[in-house]
């Protein structure tokens, strides 16, 4: 069982180009999540989806949208990359009980 | 809103005990999770306390006082590799997690 993965591992972007962070689960859970995670910093809500075909924004939702077509796979898109959007990026899924979340491994995200 | 408030670093001594607080402002309470993150890696589930009172996981202990607004996460016969990042979180009425700003938790010989 993978749990969470997340592609790809890393990128380096330059400004204004798109970009998709890839996130797929196999523990069927029905919530899924987007966290960005600043350097030093806590992780900060970006979308949620709480089933497939529904979706949320969360804290810091500008700049970044999601689909949730299915259960297992929750992307993430930025439209028009910007410096600020340099991160590291978590995909989460949690089953009935929201407070037990499992992390996917991380996408670091480099904006030029 | 909800807000979480936690030391941002805390030093101890291998074998020692270290309690990391957490205390927070909800506009409803719905329970308190900690996570551990171990520097370049990803947030891993440790307890979670829905209760007033000591819930207990191996060395591993968190505590939760409602009346308070506050618990703790309590290590104790601290090993080297538990030298990681630790967040507070509660769920808001829609069962997303705001988390801590996080404690950096750094294990000395």
Known sequence: ?112 | GQSLEQPSEVTAVEGAIVQINCTYQTSGFYGLSWYQQHDGGAPTFLSYNALDGLEETGRFSSFLSRSDSYGYLLLQELQMKDSASYFCAAPDSSYKLIFGSGTRLLVRP
């Open chain 1, 1 to 112: 069982i993978a749990g969470i993965t997340q592609a790809p591992t890393s990128q380096i972007l330059a400004a204004g180009r798109r970009m998709t962070l890839r996130c797929t689960q196999d523990m069927r859970h029905n919530a899924m999540y987007w966290y960005r995670q600043d350097l030093g910093l806590g992780l900060r809500l970006i979308h949620y989806s709480n089933t497939a075909g529904t979706t949320g924004k969360g804290e810091v939702p500008d700049g970044y949208s999601v689909s949730r077509a299915n259960t297992d796979d929750f992307p993430l898109t930025l439209a028009s990359a910007v410096p600020s959007q340099t991160s590291v990026y978590f995909c989460a899924s949690s089953g009935q009980k929201g407070h037990t979340q499992y992390f996917g491994p991380g996408t670091r995200l480099t904006v030029l």
